[in-house]
């Protein structure tokens, strides 16, 4: 009876007595690391310490080399630390923004055909600017009004360029410097008109789309110079004038030359005086235009 009682106390702790013992056991037939002592006598070939008397002690770490000797044990002389300086890393920059034009054509280089100029006066622009800006605004993209000075009260609905100064030839200077900084990119023909001139809108928008953007025109009504030693015509402003984008690109290398070296009375005069010294185009009052076997003569009247 109590032989049964006891095993019966004995069955639960029976298998934690057996991994205990089965723990000692295997603890005393494992292989002990014994560390590298630090006034070691000797080394075997396969890294085994040996001590003074060149028995065996015991097998050393692979990272139980003291710093600063070679893997043969010998002290290094040329050991130095080395010091690794601080490079600050760089801030990222904020990357550009990638411009994209606001209008297709702008981005693929295609401009408009027709820009016109109203050359105007303080003393007419609220009355004889007005009437033009009734007569062809509807049938142009873009008219802009050049007047040496201006009133306080610009009318409604028109784009006026104010060069600050009354004298014709300065702001015909000013005129055209401001139309190649703006517009030359823009446009194809350039056409130039005074605000006292009725103007055919209608009819000169349907004329510049049959003209070759590669061509040098100054077209317009010729006149004879007046004096002077300039040989050739130059068109007279009462009747409005045409100037190509590729005459005007010629002529922007020279135009400050043409303010200070040409004297004239009047400003069609000075531009063209300015036209023929630089850019060698005289005034023409037709174009003829060459479609396969047809020539078409285009006349400015």
């Known amino acids: 009876m109590r032989f049964s009682m006891f095993i019966s106390l004995l069955r639960p702790i029976g298998p934690v007595v057996i991994g205990i013992s089965l723990g000692f056991t295997l603890s005393l037939l494992s292989v002990n690391w014994v560390e590298e002592p630090c006034g070691a006598a000797g080394e075997g070939d396969d890294g085994d310490v040996l001590t003074e008397e060149g028995q065996l002690k015991g097998a050393r770490k692979p990272n139980s080399l003291p710093a600063g000797t070679t893997e043969n044990g010998d002290a290094s002389e040329d050991f130095e630390p080395k010091i690794v300086p601080y490079k600050q890393v760089e801030q990222q920059t904020t990357p550009k923004k990638f411009f994209r034009a606001k209008y297709i054509s702008t981005e693929l280089g295609m401009r408009e055909r027709l820009f016109v100029g109203v050359l105007t006066s303080k003393n007419t622009l609220n009355t004889l600017a007005v009437a033009v800006n009734r007569t062809i605004s509807h049938h142009l993209d873009n008219v802009v009004y050049f ?9 409604h609905g028109m ?4 060069h600050g100064d009354e004298r014709r030839i300065w702001n015909m200077f000013q005129t055209i410097k401001y139309v190649l900084e703006h517009y030359i990119n823009e446009y194809d023909w350039f056409y130039f008109v005074q605000d006292d001139t009725y103007t055919e809108a209608d009819r000169i928008k349907s004329f510049v789309g049959h003209l070759s953007i590669d061509t040098d025109l100054y077209m317009g009504s010729p006149e004879e110079f007046i004096g002077g030693e300039t040989e050739g015509r130059y068109c007279y ?11 005007l690109l010629k002529l922007q290398a020279y135009l400050e030359n043409c303010r200070n070296d040409i004297l004239s009375a009047r400003p069609d005069e ?6 023929i010294d630089y850019a060698k185009v005289n005034c023409v009052d037709e174009h003829e235009v060459h479609r396969k076997v047809t020539v078409i003569t285009y006349k400015m009247k």
Do not use: D, E, H, Q
């Not at 000075?270 to 036209?275: A, K, S, V, Y």
């Open 159 to 162: 784009m006026v360029v104010a």
């Open 270 to 275: 000075w531009l063209g005086r300015c036209i």
């Open 147 to 155: 007047t040496g000075m201006r009133n306080r009260k610009l009318p």
């Open 237 to 247: 402003g009462g009747f409005g004038y045409l100037l190509s984008r590729t005459l």
